[in-house]
C-alpha cells in the first residue's frame, strides 16, 4: 500500500479518521503531533511555550523527514503544509488528501476539544484568519479533498477508500473524458499514455492528470518539465495537452476528470477568468490573465505568475527606461513586473489602441512600433510571439539595438530566437524566454504542490 497523508487545520478530524483508515486498511498510524511530543517529552504547548515556534517547526520539519513511505496512514499537524521542504517528504509516493470543514463546525469541535491558541484573537476570528492565509498551502498540499463537516468520522474513512479506489468523486468520468481527448488535436504519444492512466484498473487510478491549457499548445516545455518533476519527487500525477479550440470544453474535461490544475497559454489567459471562481488578487486580478488555474474542494482559483517570470531575472535593473513590444496576455504581465521594479515603461504595439488600453493601466507610455528609436532605453522586453518557431522575423532590426542595451525575449522556442541572436551579436546583454519560463514555471509547481524546486533542477531539465 502507497502512504496516505491527511492534512488540513485543526478540528478537521484527521486523528480520529486516520486511526479508522489505519484498522480498515491494516496499516500503521502516525501522529506527526504525538511523535514530536514522544521525541521531546514536551507537549506542544510546551515546545511553543518555552523554545517558541522556530524550534517546534524545526523539530516538526525532522519528524516528517524522517517518517517511513510506505504502509501508514500519516496524520499531519495544521501548519504542515507551509513548508515547502515538508511537502517534498510528505508527496513521496503517497497520495495525500485534504481534509476540510466549515469555520462554524472547526469551532464547535475545538470547543469541545481546546487546544493552544494561534493568535490573540477570539477563536472564530482566529479560524478564519489562519484558513485564509494557510488555504493556498492546503490547496497545493491537496490530491484529494473531503468535507467532513456533514459527515461522521467512518462516513469520511469510507469516502477516502472509495476515492482512493475510483481515482475521482465518480466511477466512470475518467474513462468517458478519454473522448474528448480522441476526438481532440492530441499527438499520438501523450493519448497512448493517457489512455493506460485513465483506464487502469487498479492503483493506478490514483494517478492524478493536469496539463497546458491552450490552441496550440504542442510546443509548450510543459509536459517534459513537469512529468520529469513529477518522476524527480516521486509524485502519482501525469501531466498532458488539453489542447483545444474550445476552452469551454476543455474546463468542462478538467472538471470531468477532477485535473488538479492547468498552465494556462495562448488564447486562453484572459477568456479563462470567467470559468473561474476566484482569482488571485495581488496579480491576477491587476493584471487580468490568468497562467495558472489550481482547481481544489470544487473551487477553481485562478493566477499569474508570468509576471514574476519576468520580474525575477530584472531585479537588479530598478527604476530603468524600458520599452515593452506587445500588448497581449504576457505583455500584460511584463508591464505588471517592469512597473512594480519603479521602471519608467514605454509599450509599443502593432495596434497601438491596445498599448494605450494596457498603458492607461499601469501608467506608462504607449506607441507605435516605430517611435522605438526615440526612445532609448536601457532594457527592451518582447512579449509578441515573433521569433517563435516556426516563425523566424525579429521585432528590432540590427540597427536599433545597442551595446548598452539588456534585452529579453519572452519568445522562447527556439532559446536562441532571432532577437536574441542580433542582441548577442550587438554585445547586448540577453535574457533568453527560458528564464521566464524557469521562474514561472517555478511559481507554478508551488501553487500546485506545496514544492519550492530549485532553479538549478527545472534548469538542468527544460534545457
Ligand atoms: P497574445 O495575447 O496573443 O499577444 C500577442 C501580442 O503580440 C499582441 O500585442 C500582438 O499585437 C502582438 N503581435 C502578434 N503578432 C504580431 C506580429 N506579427 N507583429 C507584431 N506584433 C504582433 O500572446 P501572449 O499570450 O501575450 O504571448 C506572447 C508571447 O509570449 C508568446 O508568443 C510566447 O512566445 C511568449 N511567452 C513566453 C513565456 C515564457 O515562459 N518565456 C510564457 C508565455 C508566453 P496586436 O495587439 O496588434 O494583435
Same mark, same amino acid.
Given at each position: 500500500?502507497? /502512504?496516505?497523508?491527511?492534512?488540513?487545520?485543526?478540528?478537521?478530524?484527521?486523528?480520529?479518521?486516520?486511526?479508522?483508515?489505519s484498522s480498515r486498511l491494516n496499516a500503521a498510524f502516525i501522529d506527526t503531533d504525538?511523535?514530536? =511530543?514522544?521525541?521531546?517529552?514536551? &507537549?506542544?504547548?510546551?515546545?511553543?511555550?518555552?523554545?517558541? =515556534?522556530?524550534?517546534?517547526? &524545526? *523539530?516538526? /520539519?525532522?519528524?516528517? $523527514? &524522517?517518517?517511513? =513511505?510506505?504502509?501508514?496512514?500519516? &496524520?499531519?499537524?495544521g501548519g504542515v503544509v507551509c513548508d515547502p521542504k515538508n511537502m517534498e517528504h510528505l508527496r513521496r509516493e503517497s497520495s495525500v488528501v485534504l481534509l476540510v470543514a466549515g469555520i462554524d463546525t472547526i469551532?464547535?469541535?475545538?470547543?469541545?476539544?481546546?487546544?493552544?491558541?494561534?493568535?490573540?484573537?477570539p477563536l472564530h476570528e482566529e479560524i478564519a484568519e489562519m484558513l485564509d492565509r494557510r488555504r493556498q498551502n492546503y490547496y497545493a498540499s491537496s490530491d484529494f479533498c473531503v468535507d467532513t463537516s456533514a459527515t461522521s468520522p467512518p462516513e469520511a474513512a469510507e469516502q477516502i477508500i472509495a476515492l482512493l479506489q475510483n481515482g475521482v468523486p465518480g466511477k466512470?468520468? /475518467?474513462?468517458? $473524458?478519454? =473522448?474528448?481527448?480522441?476526438?481532440?488535436?492530441?499527438p499520438p504519444v501523450p493519448l497512448k499514455k493517457l489512455t493506460d492512466i485513465l483506464t487502469a484498473p487498479d492503483g493506478n487510478l490514483r494517478t492524478r492528470i493536469m496539463g497546458v491549457a491552450g490552441y496550440p499548445c504542442a510546443h509548450s516545455r510543459s509536459p517534459n518539465l513537469f512529468n520529469a518533476l513529477f518522476d524527480y519527487y516521486q509524485i502519482n500525477y501525469h501531466y498532458t495537452l488539453f489542447e483545444d479550440p474550445e476552452l469551454e470544453e476543455i474546463m468542462d474535461i478538467a472538471r470531468a476528470i477532477d485535473a488538479k490544475g492547468l498552465s494556462v497559454t495562448i488564447p486562453?489567459?484572459?477568456? #479563462? *477568468?470567467?470559468?473561474?471562481?476566484?482569482?488571485?488578487?495581488?496579480?491576477?486580478?491587476?493584471?487580468?490573465?490568468?497562467?495558472? #488555474? #489550481?482547481?481544489a474542494c470544487g473551487t477553481a482559483i485562478g493566477y499569474n505568475t508570468d509576471w514574476l517570470g519576468v520580474r525575477k531575472p530584472l531585479v537588479l535593473m530598478k527604476g530603468a527606461r524600458a520599452v515593452l513590444l506587445g500588448a497581449g496576455g504576457v505583455a500584460a504581465g511584463a508591464a505588471y513586473a517592469l512597473t512594480d521594479l519603479g521602471m519608467e515603461v514605454t509599450i509599443l504595439n502593432r495596434t497601438p489602441q491596445k498599448a494605450k488600453i494596457l498603458?492607461? /493601466?499601469?501608467?506608462?507610455?504607449?506607441?507605435?512600433?516605430?517611435e522605438f528609436?526615440? *526612445?532609448?532605453?536601457?532594457l527592451v522586453v518582447n512579449a509578441t510571439p515573433l521569433g517563435m518557431q516556426p516563425d523566424t522575423r525579429n521585432p528590432l532590426r540590427a540597427d536599433q539595438l545597442d551595446k548598452d542595451m539588456t534585452v529579453f525575449d519572452l519568445v522562447y522556442t527556439p532559446p536562441e530566437t532571432p532577437l536574441i541572436e542580433a542582441a548577442r551579436a550587438k554585445g547586448c546583454t540577453v535574457i533568453t524566454g527560458i528564464e521566464m519560463f524557469i521562474e514561472q514555471a517555478r511559481e507554478q509547481f508551488y501553487l500546485f504542490f506545496g514544492i519550492d524546486v530549485p532553479a538549478e533542477k527545472v534548469r538542468e531539465l527544460v534545457l
Open positions: 500500500m502507497k /502512504r496516505i497523508v491527511l492534512t488540513g487545520f485543526r478540528g478537521t478530524g484527521k486523528t480520529e479518521i486516520g486511526k479508522i483508515l504525538e511523535l514530536i =511530543e514522544t521525541r521531546t517529552g514536551r &507537549s506542544i504547548p510546551d515546545i511553543f511555550h518555552y523554545e517558541g =515556534e522556530e524550534r517546534f517547526r &524545526s *523539530i516538526e /520539519r525532522e519528524i516528517i $523527514a &524522517s517518517l517511513p =513511505e510506505k504502509d501508514a496512514i500519516v &496524520s499531519t499537524g469551532e464547535q469541535r475545538l470547543l469541545r476539544k481546546p487546544r493552544p491558541p494561534l493568535t490573540g484573537l466512470h468520468q /475518467r474513462t468517458t $473524458a478519454l =473522448e474528448f481527448f480522441k476526438t481532440g488535436r492530441l486562453f489567459k484572459k477568456d #479563462v *477568468i470567467a470559468y473561474l471562481d476566484e482569482i488571485d488578487e495581488h496579480a491576477a486580478q491587476e493584471i487580468g490573465a490568468v497562467n495558472t #488555474v #489550481v482547481f498603458a492607461e /493601466r499601469f501608467g506608462s507610455m504607449w506607441g507605435a512600433w516605430d528609436d526615440r *526612445i532609448k532605453p536601457d
